[in-house]
């Protein structure tokens, strides 16, 4: 039984994506954010979208970063163009794994989770490398290279647990994910003493009880918030403009933990999220999280 629950839900996560979230129209995608937010590609980083302000000199301070891998462990750059465009909005660049046409994927993978579950790290990691390389410099000024998480959706949740210990990574955010394997979630969860943030879906989440122990698994002090809706798996992505509470809880968390805008960290802190949409709310140590705020 547990073998054939593992194998279940290897195959959900490399094939369940938010379709719903994307867009094939204008690169103009918005957000409710005082920074209108586009997408768009640049020839220095192949085979990734990049999300950001349409003009960051508004924003009066350098963005942090956010690396995305996909829902499916997709390389299709707009399969969440809704949620990281409103979050951008906000005053971040975002960097989605894939363009804006997306790539099929093609060739053996170089990492693997346990289950049988193929998983492309690097290619999370590549835009963590050009994040660095570039910040501060050319057409990139805005940006700050030192405030970098790693984000992503069922499979890319998974490949964001692959990048956690990257010592250029402030923090991880697990949307509709998981470890597979008890074993994985001792060996990595049971290790994460940076900020990381879980965002499921409920008991219809494939990925619900998986998330939820990789989250009990933490050790004791590493800053950590858990909290759940009743769409299921990418539901909220799916379902809701903008992704809805989802989209206005992936800002909160980046404006505090990347941001250090101490107020919008009290949203996870006073019930907020609960009168959001969100359901079975749970945190630990996020008294632990201090961040300068950005300059």
Known sequence: MKSSYISAFAL?????????SGGQGSKTTGGTGPYTAYYFEDATLPNHTIYQPKDPSKVGTKLPVIAWANGACSQDGISFASFLAQVASHGALAIAVGTIKGIPNTGAPPGSGTGGMSIWPERQRA??????KNAGKGNYTHVDGTRIAVWGQSCGGVESYANWNDSRVNSVGIFHSGLMSEAETKSTAGKINKPI??????????????????????????????????????GAFNQLVDAGYFGIA????????????????EWFKDGSAIKAGFKDEKKKSLENIKVTPIQ
């Open 197 to 234: 943030f879980y965002f499921l879906g409920g008991p219809n989440d494939i990925a619900y009880k998986n998330g939820e122990r990789d989250y009990a698994a933490l050790p004791a002090g590493t800053p950590a918030w858990i909290g759940n809706d009743a769409l299921g798996h990418g």
């Open 127 to 132: 835009a963590i490398d050009w994040a660095v």
């Open 250 to 265: 992936g800002t909160r968390y980046m404006q505090w933990v990347l941001r250090g805008n101490e107020t919008a960290g």
């Open 12 to 20: 959900a996560i490399v094939s369940v994506s938010a379709q719903g």
